[in-house]
């Protein structure tokens, strides 16, 4: 037997309005807020992938003494290297190694992913030209 709330008074009528404008109000923002996480994890993994898996030349990288991970991220993005300069930085941040890229001259492919990439560049084993 179903309750109508027509026969309730008009404060409690008023009461189960707001409350299921608030329900649906939390409701929208936790889809939201899944479905931007959704979003993201999504594109930091495929970030994480090679660039260019059937690229298999290498191209001369450069990292100069005195130079930040963001700006070696970038270079590395701008080059053609990596996917996105935003997610090498994260990843640094996740693994805990914010600092260890080492300088020197490299050959690096993209056909690598991300974390081979950045296993390189912390060895510091340079590459000859």
């Given at each position: ?47 994480l992938q ?35 300069s935003q ?43």
């Amino acid at each position: 037997m179903a309750i109508s709330s027509e026969g309730l008074p008009p404060i409690k009528r008023l009461h189960n309005k707001k409350l299921r404008l608030v329900c649906t109000v939390l409701a929208v923002l936790i889809v939201a807020v899944l479905g931007v996480g959704f979003v993201s994890y999504n594109w930091y993994n495929q970030c994480l992938q090679p660039k260019d898996a059937s690229h298999l030349r290498k191209i001369r990288f450069v990292i100069h003494q005195g130079e930040g991970n963001a700006e070696i991220a970038q270079n590395l993005e701008k080059t053609g290297i990596i996917r996105s300069s935003q997610a090498m930085v994260l990843y640094l941040e996740f693994i805990g190694k914010p600092a260890n890229l080492q300088a020197g001259t490299y050959a690096i492919s993209p056909s690598l992913s991300l974390p081979k990439i950045v296993q390189h560049l912390e060895a510091g084993k340079t590459d000859l030209f």
